[in-house]
T-cell receptor, first 116, second 116 residues
Framework: AQKITQTQPGMFVQEKEAVTLDCTYD???????LFWYKQPSSGEMIFLIY??????QNATEGRYSLNFQKARKSANLVISASQLGDSAMYFC?????????????FGKGTKLSVKP | DVKVTQSSRYLVKRTGEKVFLECVQD?????MFWYRQDPGLGLRLIYF???????EKGDIPEGYSVSREKKERFSLILESASTNQTSMYLC???????????????FGDGTRLSIL
């Protein structure tokens, strides 16, 4: 069965430092996509970054990058130069291609707190 | 920008009531989803719809039903509300995917539902 595991319930990082949020996934399907979402305390889910299983390069979007290690089935999110506004819940999610209608399987999330 | 609008941010209802949660998207997306979010459990899929009048059960459909009479609107119905349905409910939409694609789900701001 497909599964997403986020082992860090909570993380602290000093402002302006980099932080890595861990995500491992489990699937036997070769075609899948991995997403990261941010959820501030206000509740909305904000899409951050995407990595496809066939993508050769690690995805980057501004201060966000995805450390994709396919053999280890990990897709860690790296946030560079943390800002106070980065304090939020972060969710890793996976979709399996081929008939899934884009359904996402979510991890339980990591709460990131950025300290001034 | 994609806009997904949920009718209420906060809602308080009584046990046994029939509760309607409404979701509207303005981007002509084919796929729409309802999730509930509980602390420590992440997001769990209740129902999804890939076309008007089409629906599929997600992981936790018990106690819920859905309606999609128009493409832009997807309603979640609690037939007889119970206290264990107190939760955050999130609606999402997505363009119909190809077998491989990076189209994310776009979320509404969520409805915090309390059943007393």
């Amino acid at each position: 069965a497909q599964k997403i595991t986020q082992t860090q319930p909570g993380m602290f990082v000093q402002e302006k430092e980099a932080v890595t949020l861990d995500c491992t996934y489990d699937t036997s399907d070769p075609s899948y996509g991995l997403f990261w979402y941010k959820q501030p305390s206000s509740g909305e889910m904000i899409f951050l970054i995407y990595q496809g299983s066939y993508d050769q390069q690690n995805a980057t979007e501004g201060r966000y990058s995805l450390n994709f290690q396919k053999a280890r089935k990990s897709a860690n999110l790296v946030i560079s130069a943390s800002q106070l506004g980065d304090s939020a819940m972060y969710f890793c999610a996976m979709t399996i291609y081929g008939g899934s209608q884009g359904n996402l399987i979510f991890g339980k999330g990591t709460k990131l707190s950025v300290k001034p | 920008d994609v806009k997904v609008t949920q009718s209420s941010r906060y809602l308080v209802k009584r046990t046994g009531e029939k509760v309607f949660l409404e979701c509207v998207q303005d981007m002509d997306h084919e796929n729409m989803f309802w999730y509930r979010q509980d602390p420590g459990l992440g997001l769990r899929l209740i129902y999804f719809s890939y076309d008007v009048k089409m629906k599929e059960k997600g992981d936790i459909p018990e106690g819920y039903s859905v309606s999609r009479e128009k493409k832009e609107r997807f309603s979640l119905i609690l037939e007889s509300a119970s206290t264990n349905q107190t939760s955050m409910y999130l609606c999402a939409s997505r363009v119909a995917g190809t077998t491989r694609g990076n189209q994310p789900q776009h979320f509404g701001d969520g409805t915090r539902l309390s059943i007393l």
